[in-house]
């Protein structure tokens, strides 16, 4: 890989933070899966769309791993990489780190993978670089 293509590729990498509230919980006064789920997508069709500079669309996402539950009150960062890089697609990796908000207590949550590929104008696949 060239110097040029890591530092694409770091420059890409794109963290948000969200707290978590009773809105988005379930009976068990946990995160929905569901919602970790779309705002996995988010931040991994952000930080693709940061790699490429191009339209990108969701095509496929991998095995999402929920490790732990991830409580209401608790603010959660999610941290979006780029993986691998195709012709016409790439992968990023999402964690999701869950901490408590008044300890420096901090846990990995939920991990996976979502594949994009990039388009044009017409919805036709494109090169991602």
């Known amino acids: 890989m060239t110097p040029e293509l890591t530092q694409r590729?770091?420059?890409?990498?794109t963290r948000i933070?969200?707290?978590v509230f009773p809105s988005t919980t379930n009976h068990y006064d946990?995160?929905?899966?569901?919602?970790a789920m779309q705002l996995m997508d988010e931040v991994a069709f952000i930080a693709a769309t940061r790699f490429s500079r191009k339209r990108m669309v969701t095509v496929s996402s991998d095995k999402i791993d929920f490790r732990i539950?991830?409580?209401?009150?608790?603010?959660?960062?999610?941290?979006?990489?780029?993986?691998?890089?195709?012709?016409?697609?790439?992968?990023?990796?999402?964690?999701?780190?869950?901490?408590?908000?008044y300890s420096d207590a901090r846990q990995h949550a939920v991990a996976g993978t979502f594949t994009f590929v990039a388009i044009d104008e017409h919805k036709v696949p494109i090169s991602v670089l």
């Not at 590729?9 to 990498?13: G, K, M, P």
């Not at 539950?69 to 780029?82: D, N, Q, S, W």
């Open 30 to 35: 946990t995160l929905f899966g569901g919602t």
């Open 9 to 13: 590729i770091a420059l890409a990498e």
């Open 69 to 101: 539950p991830i409580p209401a009150g608790t603010i959660v960062e999610l941290i979006g990489r780029v993986a691998r890089i195709g012709n016409k697609s790439l992968d990023v990796e999402v964690d999701i780190f869950t901490e408590e908000m």
């Open 17 to 19: 933070f969200k707290a």
